[in-house]
């Protein structure tokens, strides 16, 4: 998700009440929720867990477990400084560590719980295991959850009071569990639907604003199909299938081109729907990786990796 969204989620969590129980408390929340994206700053490191977004800051051992006490250490010693210096409200709450450590937490979590939610993925074991985790539940920037989270917080902050704030963060829970469901039976829809396919990938990205649509991309022996689903017209059926398109990754240029360059590592290790164009020239090869969940079958400018590679069809 964005960051205004994660910022939204920890201050929503705060206005419920939750910080008054500590100084630092709105920050921790706040600051804990947007905390593993750090990631973006390490792309250079030679540890992939780490280099890569949404890995090792997004998962349960990295973002979830270890980083948290971080962060509260380091609220801690600014409150300390301000405190020597005389800069703390006096209607400020008392800090209270074991408060800080438990807002660090719940602030972080929210964070892959959020990222879970859309096609992105995360991956939640890293670095155990690189596989990738989604639900397809919301639209990488919802404008739904915008506003849920947004009302709760102004309605809170003017009324003083946090019950806004928690409805705000019950309805966007149950706002994300319905999503869930209408994903969930769009993949039920695909295997169910002539001509029956039997995908090993299925991605059903809801749109931002008409959130019970969703764009479907599935993969089934190398080939690369989209279509659409809309329970509201028809629960139990994808439409506007297209034509079949191979993904080409088991062609000897793509296998070739795959381990030419850095680039081309990482963005295939990060890919979950790679596609691969190859343009010919002689004895050489320009080949293109793309991801059919963001360039679709003509792969665009965007989201792609193009490696020229000499002699692998020899």
Request: proline letters at 7%; a positive charge.
């Amino acid at each position: 998700m964005d960051n205004l969204t994660h910022s939204l989620a920890g201050w929503a969590l705060a206005e419920t009440g939750l910080k008054h129980r500590t100084r630092k408390g709105l920050a921790a929340l706040v600051l804990a929720a947007n905390m593993p994206d750090i990631d973006v700053f390490f792309g250079w490191v030679s540890w992939a867990p780490l280099a890569m977004h949404r890995g090792f800051t997004h998962g349960l051992v990295g973002g979830v477990l270890l980083m948290p006490p971080l962060l509260a250490g380091l609220l801690w010693l600014l409150d300390r400084w301000q405190v020597q210096r005389g800069r703390i409200a006096e209607q400020a709450p008392p800090m209270r560590i074991g408060w800080l450590v438990a807002l660090c937490y719940l602030g972080a979590l929210t964070h892959p719980l959020l990222d879970l939610q859309n096609v992105y993925a995360v991956q939640l074991m890293s670095p155990a295991s690189e596989r990738w985790f989604h639900t397809d539940g919301l639209f990488i920037v919802s404008p739904w959850l915008l506003a849920f989270l947004g009302l709760g917080i102004w309605l809170a902050r003017r009324k003083g009071k946090g019950w806004p704030a928690g409805v705000a963060v019950g309805a966007a829970m149950g706002f994300i569990l319905i999503n869930i469901g209408i994903s969930t039976l769009a993949g039920r829809a695909l295997r169910l639907s002539e001509p029956y396919p039997a995908p090993d990938r299925v991605f059903a990205s809801p749109e931002p604003l008409a959130f019970w649509r969703r764009d479907m991309i599935w993969r089934e022996e190398g080939q690369i199909t989209f279509g659409r689903y809309n329970p509201l017209r028809n629960s139990g059926q994808v439409t506007d299938r297209s034509t079949p398109v191979a993904d080409n990754m088991d062609t000897v240029w793509a296998q070739s081109a795959a381990g030419k360059t850095p680039e081309a590592v990482a963005f295939l290790a990060w890919s979950q729907m790679p596609m691969a164009r190859i343009d010919r020239s002689g004895p050489c090869a320009t080949v293109t990786f793309g991801d059919a969940r963001f360039t679709g079958p003509r792969l665009s400018r965007n989201f792609n990796v193009a490696v020229t590679d000499c002699g692998a069809g020899d």
